[in-house]
């Protein structure tokens, strides 16, 4: 779980953090985690984020908390699971609020490459957790190095759309230089305060900040598996 898993683009720009103490200790941590539990998701889709979405390619960062922890669903995009896995409740929402904001139809999957492929970094917070432990990662050094990622974002020339859904999401929006970037914020799609995020059309919001910028808006819509 090292740097050779990266992008060039990402590596050059990350490349101080591998070399911290914190980030040798979180190697360590998650090695003997790995021993121990199952850990999710596997070592190799652990930087499936920034694999998929290079530095100079991202146009939208989406924040999430914590990976998915049932078996087969965290593949290192937040919020995604892989084809063949149902959906859990935050991302039936998303679709449901993406049929209502942009008529998109609900896809047969939950598997968010396609935005992934198209400029959206789908960055989580923390990149592993201990299977059906939520949460049980948190607090080892993925934060530290997250947030090195956002700042890198936002140290970008080239505008970036950071979306924010929820508190945890929000509160770093303080990483974020906003007077040369947007920030789209909203409710969490949870279950829990679901309620609020209906209705915030979160994904037309990106859209149109996007063709603001003179950039490609997203394709939203993704095609049946």
Request: net charge positive; charged share 20%.
């Given at each position: 779980?090292?740097?050779?898993q990266?992008p060039?683009?990402?590596?050059?720009?990350?490349?101080?953090?591998?070399?911290?103490?914190?980030?040798?200790?979180l190697?360590?941590?998650?090695?003997?985690e790995r021993?121990?539990?199952?850990?999710?998701p596997?070592?190799?889709?652990?930087?499936?984020?920034?694999?998929?979405?290079?530095?100079?390619?991202?146009?939208?960062?989406?924040?999430?908390?914590?990976?998915?922890?049932?078996v087969?669903?965290?593949?290192g995009?937040?919020?995604?699971?892989?084809p063949?896995?149902?959906?859990?409740p935050?991302?039936?929402?998303?679709?449901?609020?993406?049929?209502?904001?942009?008529?998109?139809?609900?896809?047969?999957?939950?598997c968010?490459?396609?935005?992934?492929?198209?400029?959206?970094?789908?960055?989580?917070?923390?990149?592993?957790?201990?299977a059906?432990e939520?949460n049980?990662?948190?607090?080892?050094?993925?934060?530290?190095?997250?947030?090195?990622?956002?700042r890198?974002?936002?140290?970008?020339?080239?505008?970036?759309?950071?979306?924010?859904?929820?508190?945890?999401?929000?509160?770093?929006?303080?990483?974020?230089?906003?007077?040369?970037?947007?920030?789209?914020?909203?409710?969490?799609?949870?279950?829990?305060?679901a309620?609020?995020f209906?209705?915030?059309?979160?994904?037309?919001?990106?859209?149109?900040?996007l063709?603001?910028l003179?950039?490609t808006?997203?394709?939203w819509?993704?095609?049946?598996?």
């Open positions: 779980m090292g740097p050779e990266l060039p683009t990402w590596k050059k720009v990350l490349a101080p953090e591998f070399d911290k103490p914190y980030f040798k200790a190697q360590q941590f998650v090695a003997q021993q121990q539990h199952e850990v999710f596997p070592e190799n889709d652990v930087f499936n984020a920034l694999k998929f979405t290079p530095y100079d390619q991202m146009k939208v960062l989406l924040l999430g908390q914590d990976p998915y922890h049932d087969g669903q965290a593949h995009l937040c919020f995604s699971v892989r063949g896995i149902k959906p859990p935050s991302l039936v929402n998303m679709f449901k609020e993406l049929r209502d904001d942009l008529g998109c139809t609900i896809p047969n999957h939950g968010l490459q396609g935005w992934a492929e198209q400029g959206i970094l789908l960055l989580n917070a923390v990149l592993t957790v201990r059906h939520p049980s990662h948190k607090d080892q050094g993925w934060e530290h190095f997250t947030d090195a990622v956002i890198a974002a936002s140290a970008r020339t080239d505008p970036v759309v950071f979306v924010l859904w929820g508190n945890y999401a929000q509160k770093k929006e303080k990483l974020i230089d906003a007077k040369k970037h947007t920030v789209v914020k909203s409710a969490h799609p949870s279950p829990l305060s309620k609020k209906f209705g915030s059309k979160p994904f037309s919001a990106v859209n149109n900040a063709t603001q003179g950039k808006p997203i394709n819509q993704l095609p049946n598996q």
